[in-house]
């Protein structure tokens, strides 16, 4: 019993990492003002770019540096067209999650029958062993502590920071923060940069921690979910945490529900964590009501352009 | 120095151009992708956009293509232009689907006029049901509708394939995941013979007539474009806006799930797994190539059936993956937004430094 349920812990942290990366990427976009609906794009983009550097050089950190990379190269086009050409952040966002996927799926074809080596969790030794607690707590691969680490980052730098707050500014009011001086289009195109960097290793994680192999769309709706983990998590970094274990948890539990004896078909265990989705947005909406408009970012979502 | 200039008025001019400028940049991008892939640039271009138009069985399966595009491209765009997100067409549009057949499956063998359109209204029902979910859920609860159309079409497509595998599965058929094929009183006319062109093409093309003049001529038309460019307008005009989330998710819904029963009844012929093939998000793009306008849509919908047919010649003659198509559509989009700007600012170039 014990050891299945270190099993089932285990499980639900490595399905929350990748969430927990891309939703606190877009977390920091979204508190800048820019509503990048392109996550699960990016998301698939580095997840294909991780697994092909990982088959062919066969280096963790290559493979992550070459996933980051490719998150913000994608990311960049979103921040080029939002920002410089002022397009539609709903529409452009679309755009490049289609783009994204295409380009994964064309990509990829050359690789759809291959393995790699799993990306594999740091042992440590003496602490690794001790019982329930050695695997809990010191068995994992590092992305998981990375991702914790970021959303540490994040929170520090949103609220001890004179930058993040200058970036809070800009998500609330553009033009009050353009009219004493701060630079919008740079803070946001930085921003949005780090989300697809975010978003990168969340995809490559999937690829290369998750399952090593690739997959056509093998994101399968996460980059999604992170977007409503943004805001379950009422855009506060630490409870992107908390929306991402109760996510990650209904993954690992539909896949042990037949195990427990639960007789419902495959699909309809399937469905749950999408319907989980919407069930916690609602709640959410319930318990705090008409709070929630106070703390999304009043101009997310908004085309600022300068008249100066 | 550049800088951006905003027009007083928007430039009718750009308003032909842009599009123009659009496609060629994306011709031009997909040179380049298939120069990256090792394939001759002009053959593959050949094939992709005007091989389709040469032959008669092609342009016929064109038409087949851009008959659901235009349906459910034509139902967003009434939402789009309020700011009603309806990304989940695809979900409304199995639902529809699934529903409508089930009817059909329900009368296996009972012949009667009365049973299409029976079909079809069930199916129109459905997808309204499960738009109206989204704006249930928007107008009661604030919660945003991108987000739970979307869940719900991973939901729809993951339904579809627990009923043909369960409940609607063909009997006779192997264990197989597939329906029944539809009887003859369950199938879609045909109107082009000796083509798969169905009804469902006349369908959409009043539809979109009826779009046009109730967005341009109705007051309710009006109030959607407004609650979208000016909401606060809107509201000091006394505009309901929970009307109008309903009524955009309600349009939308209802036409996707006529075309999932338009596409199972018609070229399909019974209910697969593989049923959605992605009209529903490419709908999407085809709304916004076309700038919203409903008559716009139907040009817009043929351009973007096109690249289908021609991605699945490239298939064949190249061994290109089916995946280009998606490239390709995102890149058309990408650029038609980019060229948008042109319209409304314009680019001013300056030679001194500004103090």
Redesign the interface.
């Given at each position: 019993m014990n050891e299945l349920f270190v099993q089932i812990i285990l499980g639900i942290s490595i399905a929350s990492v990748p969430l927990i990366f891309a939703a606190t990427g877009e977390l920091l976009v979204e508190r800048s003002g820019v509503l990048n609906l392109g996550v699960e794009g990016m998301m698939i983009v580095g997840a294909i770019t991780g697994f092909v550097v990982q088959f062919h050089f066969d280096n963790a950190l290559l493979s992550l540096a070459a996933a980051i990379i490719a998150g913000m190269s994608i990311a960049a086009i979103f921040a080029f067209l939002t920002q410089i050409m002022l397009t539609n952040q709903v529409a452009t966002g679309l755009a490049l999650t289609l783009f994204g996927l295409g380009v994964s799926a064309f990509w990829g074809r050359a690789y759809s029958k291959v393995t790699v080596d799993r990306v594999d969790a740091i042992n440590v030794p003496g602490l690794s062993d001790l019982p329930i607690v050695g695997p809990l707590v010191f068995s994992y691969d590092p992305l998981f502590y990375l991702s914790i680490l970021m959303v540490i980052l994040v929170w520090y730098f949103l609220n001890r920071t004179k930058k993040g707050l200058i970036l809070r500014a800009i998500g609330d009011n553009h033009d009050a923060a353009h009219a004493i001086g701060h630079k919008v289009v740079r803070y946001r195109f930085i921003a949005i940069l780090f989300g697809g960097a975010m978003a990168g290793i969340g995809g490559a994680y999937l690829s290369l921690v998750q399952v090593p192999i690739w997959v056509e769309g093998m994101t399968a709706g996460r980059g999604w979910i992170s977007l409503a983990l943004v805001v379950f998590a009422s855009w506060q970094p630490f409870k992107v945490i908390v929306g991402a274990i109760i996510f990650g948890g209904i993954t690992i539990l539909q896949l042990h529900a037949q195990g427990f004896g639960v007789n419902v078909d495959a699909q309809y265990l399937s469905m749950l964590p999408y319907l989980m989705t919407i069930f916690v947005l609602v709640t959410l909406r319930i318990r705090i009501k008409s709070n929630t408009n106070r703390v999304m970012p009043s101009c997310l979502g908004k085309i600022f352009h300068s008249t100066q | 120095m550049i800088r951006?200039q905003?027009r007083t008025d928007s430039s009718t001019l750009m308003v032909f151009f842009s599009p123009l400028l659009a496609l060629i940049l994306t011709a031009f991008s997909t040179f380049v992708v298939f120069f990256l892939?090792g394939v001759d640039g002009f053959g593959a271009f050949y094939v992709l956009f005007i091989e389709p138009l040469t032959s008669l069985y092609s342009f016929s399966e064109m038409l087949v293509k851009a008959a659901p595009l235009i349906m459910i491209a034509l139902g967003l765009s009434i939402g789009f232009r309020a700011g009603v997100?309806n990304?989940g067409a695809e979900g409304q549009y199995v639902i529809g689907a699934v529903a409508g057949s089930a009817v059909g499956l329900y009368f296996y063998e009972v012949e009667g006029f009365w049973l299409l359109p029976l079909m079809s209204l069930v199916a129109i029902i459905a997808g309204m049901s499960y738009a109206g979910i989204a704006a249930f859920?928007r107008t009661k609860?604030?919660?945003?509708e991108?987000?739970?159309t979307?869940?719900?079409t991973?939901?729809a497509i993951?339904?579809l394939?627990?009923m043909v595998?369960?409940p609607l599965r063909d009997p006779d058929g192997f264990n197989f995941p597939e329906s029944r094929l539809f009887h003859d009183s369950a199938t879609l006319p045909i109107i082009w013979q000796g083509t798969r062109v169905h009804i469902g093409l006349a369908v959409a093309v009043i539809l979109a007539f009826v779009s046009y003049f109730w967005i341009n001529k109705h007051i309710t038309g009006l109030q959607i474009k407004i609650s979208g460019n000016a909401p606060r307008a809107a509201k000091f005009a006394g505009f309901d806006e929970n009307k109008t989330v309903w009524l955009s998710l309600l349009v939308s819904g209802g036409v996707a799930g006529l075309a999932g029963v338009f596409e199972a009844t018609g070229p399909i012929g019974q209910l697969v797994p593989h049923l959605p093939s992605g009209y529903g998000?490419t709908a999407?793009?085809v709304a916004?190539l076309a700038r919203l306008n409903p008559i716009g849509i139907i040009f817009s919908a043929l351009l973007i059936a096109l690249t289908y047919i021609g991605g699945e010649s490239a298939q064949i003659t190249y061994d290109l993956?089916?995946?280009?198509?998606?490239?390709?559509?995102?890149?058309l989009?990408?650029y038609f937004?980019?060229c948008?700007?042109l319209i409304?600012?314009k680019f001013v170039f300056t030679f001194y430094q500004r103090q």
């Open positions: - | 951006l905003t892939a997100w990304i859920l609860y604030q919660v945003n991108i987000l739970v979307l869940m719900l991973y939901v993951l339904f394939s627990a595998h369960g998000f999407i793009i916004f993956p089916n995946s280009i198509t998606s490239i390709f559509q995102g890149m989009l990408f937004l980019a948008d700007i409304r600012y």
